[in-house]
């Protein structure tokens, strides 16, 4: 099983909804997923809930008490956790130390690259990250095409010195469709296929499978 959380401390930077574009996607892809919230918020819980029987399965796990992390059932391929926006001390250890690579989406904004920033900082000093164990990935997320803020989005990737795995645009089918329990790989329609090809470097960085899917 390979595990892939996706955190970072500031909240509303889009973790939740990258976390059910993963896990959907790769159940799209016949894979099979599981999805652990361990966000007291509950956002994907509540958006498993919602999904509609004939959709792609994912299994559900609710992982917001820390006697609840690793417990997933036997079978499960990929297991992607939404992890909560406070993650810190022992809870980030834990989460930690039960992935393989972790996703931190930021929007283009000063206050999600500055809590970025110290995000990144901080879980630099959890052993796993510091032997080299766990794969850092960045998400430039809700992007808006021609916007100023992207230029200091830029100038921070520069900074640290790490590009993001890709620039997804903000569109409001995300939410929209979540409201179902859906998500834009649900859908097959022409008009959603861009929004799809954009998680491609996504996909690509955290699987073994080096076609196209969409």
């Not at 959380?5 to 799209?28: D, E, H, V, Y």
């Not at 036997?74 to 992607?80: A, P, R, W």
Request: charged share 20%; net charge positive.
């Amino acid at each position: 099983m390979k595990t892939i959380l996706i955190a970072n401390q500031k909240g509303g930077c889009g973790k939740t909804i990258t976390a059910i574009s993963l896990a959907t996607a790769l159940a799209q892809k016949g894979y099979k997923v599981a999805l652990a919230d361990a966000d007291p918020q509950k956002s994907s819980l509540h958006w498993l809930k919602q999904r509609p029987a004939e959709a792609a399965f994912i299994e559900s796990l609710d992982w917001r008490s820390d006697k609840s992390f690793g417990k997933s059932p036997k079978g499960i391929e990929y297991l992607i956790i939404d992890a909560p926006g406070a993650l810190s001390g022992e809870s980030a250890e834990q989460l930690i130390a039960e992935a393989d690579a972790i996703i931190t989406p930021l929007q283009p904004s000063f206050f999600d690259i500055d809590s970025t920033r110290r995000f990144l900082k901080h879980i630099q000093d959890i052993k796993r990250i510091r032997k080299g164990k766990v794969h850092i990935h960045l998400l430039a997320n809700r992007v808006k095409a021609n916007s100023a803020s992207n230029k200091d989005m830029q100038a921070f990737f520069d900074k640290v010195g790490q590009s993001p795995l890709a620039w997804i645009s903000e569109r409001s089918a995300y939410a929209q469709l979540a409201q179902q329990g859906l998500n834009v790989f649900d859908k097959p329609q022409k008009i959603y296929l861009a929004m799809q090809n954009q998680w491609q470097p996504v996909l690509n960085a955290i699987i073994d499978d080096p076609s196209n899917w969409f």
